[in-house]
């Protein structure tokens, strides 16, 4: 009886260890290294792969750097600003540049010192 369970066990660890192999692989490509059998195309999948983990990854990182901002604003007293579309408009207005009139003479020097009639 214990023979008709040892089979299936040495199945599963033949199993076992062929994934284990495969996921070994697996990484060893994922750092760049054992890809001289690869061809055009796994190669392509491999780029594919880690350009998705890379867009995830980053994603990742900007929540965690926006929740840390948030974080930090509220450790200053700071409130988020939700302004209006009036408030907005001010806004850009104030940044505009205002023309300014000024008393600038542009020519040789002599006619600039003349008095002014």
């Known amino acids: 009886m214990v023979q008709d369970n040892i089979q299936p066990v040495k199945e599963d660890t033949f199993t076992l260890a062929k994934k284990i192999e495969l996921l070994e692989v697996s990484k060893r490509k994922f750092l760049g290294e054992g890809l001289e059998t690869c061809s ?3 190669l392509q999948q ?3 792969q880690l350009e998705r983990s890379l867009t995830r990854i980053r994603a990742r990182k900007n929540q ?3 929740e840390r901002i948030e974080k930090l604003k ?4 700071m409130q988020q600003l939700d302004l209006s579309s009036t408030r907005k408009q001010q806004l850009l ?3 505009q540049v205002t023309e300014v009139e000024t ?3 542009i020519g040789p020097p002599e006619t600039r010192l003349a008095p002014k009639p």
């Not at 509220?74 to 007293?77: I, Q, Y």
Request: aromatic share 10%.
């Open 103 to 105: 008393e600038l003479f």
């Open 93 to 95: 207005e104030d940044r």
């Open 46 to 48: 491999l780029e594919n």
């Open 40 to 42: 055009t195309d796994d």
């Open 64 to 66: 965690l750097f926006r």
């Open 74 to 77: 509220g450790e200053c007293g």
